[in-house]
C-alpha cells in the first residue's frame, strides 16, 4: 500500500490464495504463483527490486527463491529478505519455539548462510539489519530465561 501511496508501481504474489484474495480487496496488485513459475514470466515481468518477507524460512528447498528471483531481476536488481532473527530469546536461550521449527519453519538463517547461498545464485549480501527487539519481548524474555536471584530468608 505504501508504495501504491507514493505512486510506485509494485505487484505481489504469493501461494496463498486467500493471501491473494486479501491483497485484492484492498486494490492492490496480486496473483497466486507456485515459486517454480517464476522463471517462466514474460520479460515484462522482470523486476528491479524484490522483497520476500518471512518467506524463505517456510521453504523446503529455499534455494529455489534465489535461483527463481535471480532469472528475473534486472543487472542491477535488489532481492530485500526477512527472516526471523538468529538473535530471538529462544534461539540464544536456547529454548524450544514451536512455531520456529518444522513444519512451520523449515530451515533457520543467520547472515552467514545468506552470504553462502547469495553467493551460489548471483546475489551480494550487502547489509544485515536487525529489527529492534521491543521492550515487553526483552523483559519477558529476561523474567522468564534468566535464574531468580532472590531467596525468601
Partial sequence: MRCQKHGLPAFGIDFSEDGVAECLAKGLAARQVDLNEIASASDADRFQQMAAFHFVEHLDQPVTLFEQAASRALPSASLWVSVPSDLRPSRYFGDRD????PPHHMTRWASEAFREI??????????????PMPMRTALWSISV???SVLSLK
Fill in 98 to 101: 514451536f512455531l520456529d521449527q
Fill in 118 to 131: 547469495g553467493i551460489r545464485h548471483g546475489w551480494r549480501l550487502v547489509q544485515v539489519f536487525y529489527e
Fill in 145 to 147: 530465561c534468566t535464574p
